[in-house]
């Protein structure tokens, strides 16, 4: 298998180098250039393996540049009882007859970034070494939260790799503050940028597209690299628990071989979504993907209508980790709708560029339709469900599960469709301690409270067992101060490297 670009067929490289070089150099995506295909026996097969042995089925699927020993060390490295807390990894909870929450929060960081950034650093490193090129990866983010910790975790410590994070001075929560400021690990920086999440961001672009810059570090060994989630590396991983999910179920005898599941996915950048499409092309017998937004409901308004329009208000909600204008996840499945139409795509994405909107061909739009839904959750909405499925279910879920439960109740109410509904829940309800408490519980209860004696409180209320890695931030020590203006990210980047 090869990888071609999103915006040019001509291009085509091995996985390693895909992931490696994470965008292809006239800006598209990379994407296999074909889509493996899994029998109902071989997912019969995989419902009485572990997570860690679907895991290197489906990749080595997607990997086949690799060895099934450097896939395996990878997997091994990754999906731990010690970092996940369970050996399933990503277990799924049977919320009534015919829901099922996927939980894909139970690593370090307590967010669903935790399942492709804790294998990520492994797959690129022994992508580096398959290439022969020996030199050190440095790792540069610019975070709004979640994804600045989770790749902080996914890298500490990982051999010939380092890692440096900004996120805005004003912009994270507090937790998310702690999180990143305690960092843990000798290869580790942490620095707080003067500004909103787009200085930061900004700023780190600028460092990549330094040529002169870029090329002095090459000099020293060193290259530049990114985590995001437009990486095949992070997309890849997130196809295994939609398999391991459906897996479960079959073993759960919840299902029967062959039995179609509706999967709903509270979206942002739609890579977790876009990772369940690929899983239903693959053969796991998905019926219907149900795209869930918070107000930012840009995607729900192209599913309904073929036109992608980002020139809207800008909404900041309690599911913050959704409050994206620009999926950039999207560019890939209109590749694959298109039947691999790169100019096509190119065209779609000048015209973002430019307009900031475009419509899509009949073609697609057809094909959007026939595999998608899509639906939005203001926060009243969501943090009306949280409350009811608390009172109801006596399980607590997060801002961003809530979305999904949201829109999938409002799609089962609009279709009748009551097909069994697998919900991809992405963050631990105590990364939201504050908001999902004023959910459920009067405003009083909650006055000047911590976070940590929130965390108690949800704990103690609802009999659930603080997340370990968030329950020993109170007493860690503050390692990162630095905070610094725009114009100085490149300064700190030098010291960090000497
Ligand atoms: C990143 C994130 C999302 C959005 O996932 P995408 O793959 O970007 O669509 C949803 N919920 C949480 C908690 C996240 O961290």
Not at 440 to 453: A, M, R, Y
């Amino acid at each position: 298998m090869k990888y071609n670009s999103t915006r040019d067929n001509s291009v085509s490289v091995t996985s390693a180098e895909a992931i490696v070089k994470g965008l292809s150099v006239e800006g598209g995506l990379y994407i296999p250039d074909s889509i493996p295909s899994v029998s109902l026996e071989a997912i019969e097969e995989m419902a009485n393996m572990s997570y860690t042995d679907r895991a290197k089925r489906i990749l080595g699927l997607f990997l086949n540049d690799f060895k099934a020993g450097e896939i395996e060390d990878c997997v091994n490295k990754a999906y731990t009882r010690e970092k996940f807390g369970t050996n399933s990894i990503a277990p799924v909870y049977k919320l009534d007859k015919d829901r099922c929450i996927l939980e894909l929060w139970h690593g370090p960081t307590c967010a669903f970034k935790d399942m492709a950034l804790q294998i990520l650093p492994h797959l690129l490193t022994t992508a580096v070494k398959k290439l022969g090129d020996e030199k050190e990866i440095v790792i540069l983010v610019a975070t709004s939260g979640d994804t600045g910790k989770a790749a902080l975790e996914g890298f500490r410590d990982v051999e010939g790799t380092k890692i440096i994070v900004f996120y805005p001075e004003s912009g994270v929560s507090g937790i998310q503050r702690l999180q990143m400021c305690t960092q843990e690990g000798g290869n580790v920086f942490v620095s707080a940028v003067n500004g909103n999440f787009d200085d930061a961001q900004t700023g780190v672009k600028e460092i990549f597209t330094d040529k002169e810059y870029n090329e002095t570090l090459e000099a020293k060994g060193i290259s530049l690299s990114s985590a995001n989630s437009i990486n095949w590396g992070r997309l890849a991983p997130q196809i295994v628990y939609y398999f391991s999910a459906y897996c479960d179920m079959l073993a759960a005898e919840e299902l029967s071989v062959g039995e179609p599941v509706n999967v709903c996915v509270p979206t942002g950048n739609f890579g977790n979504i876009l990772a369940a499409f690929y899983a239903k092309r693959m053969g796991l017998p998905i019926k219907t993907l149900i795209c869930a937004s918070n107000s930012n409901n840009v995607l729900t308004d192209f599913i309904n209508t073929g036109t992608y329009d980002r020139n809207r208000e800008f909404f900041t909600t309690i599911s913050p980790s959704m409050d994206i204008l620009i999926s950039s996840n999207l560019e890939r499945l209109l590749y694959i709708l298109s039947d691999g139409n790169a100019s096509e795509v190119k065209g779609y994405m000048d015209e973002l560029k430019a307009s900031g909107r475009y419509t899509v061909s009949e073609k697609i739009f057809a094909a959007v339709r026939e595999n998608f839904q899509a639906g939005y959750a203001d926060d009243d909405k969501c943090r009306a469900t949280i409350k009811r499925i608390q009172e109801e279910f006596g399980y607590v879920i997060d801002p961003h599960t809530s979305v999904a439960v949201a829109v999938h109740e409002e799609y089962r109410e609009r279709t009748g469709d009551d097909t069994k509904t697998i919900i991809a829940s992405t963050a631990s309800p105590f990364k939201f301690n504050g908001d999902v408490l004023a959910a459920i519980l009067d405003g009083e209860e909650l006055e000047d409270k911590d976070e940590f004696e929130l965390l108690r409180l949800l704990s103690q209320r609802f009999n659930l067992a603080v997340p370990p890695s968030l329950g020993e931030l109170e007493d860690r020590e503050v390692r990162f101060e630095t905070v610094c203006d725009k114009s100085m990210m490149k300064a700190v980047v030098n010291e960090f490297l000497g």
